[in-house]
């Protein structure tokens, strides 16, 4: 799953993917994880935000699906992204994973970081209207 977090103010959460991780290292991104067998999505969405930012999810909601086709370890991927709007509770919000993240900040849609996740762009163009109406 992909997840959009933001503060219900404008601003949208992202992190700088660190020289450990698997891939994209040293991009922005939005925030992912997988889910684990037996565990529901809610159940995994909360998880996996409290994990990476400390954060408290306030409410979510499902924006759609992607497939999402790339190489990785030069072998083709197919990843089928359900991806969420998720409002959270900024206070205590950090990175609880230094392995993976080198930064975690704020930035409005205007003011993106660079460089960011290639996934990110295909992410903005399909949801553009259900973000800004924060």
Not at 11 to 36: F, H, P, T, V
Not at 76 to 98: C, F, M, Q, S
Request: aromatic share 12%.
């Amino acid at each position: 799953m992909v997840y959009f977090c933001h503060d219900g103010k404008g601003k949208l959460l992202m992190a700088k993917r660190s020289a450990n991780a698997r891939d994209e290292q040293g991009r922005w991104d939005i925030g992912g994880g997988g889910m684990e067998f037996g565990e529901t999505i809610e159940a995994t969405l909360r998880k996996e935000i409290k994990e990476e930012y400390n954060a408290d999810v306030l409410s979510f909601e499902f924006l759609g699906f992607r497939d999402v086709h790339r190489v990785h370890d030069e072998k083709p991927t197919h990843w089928i992204a359900l991806d969420y709007k998720v409002l959270i509770n900024p206070e205590g919000v950090k990175i609880n994973e230094p392995d993976k993240f080198d930064d975690l900040n704020w930035f409005t849609l205007d003011s993106l970081p660079n460089p960011v996740h290639s996934q990110f762009p295909e992410f903005l163009n399909k949801y553009q209207e259900k973000l800004v109406s924060q």
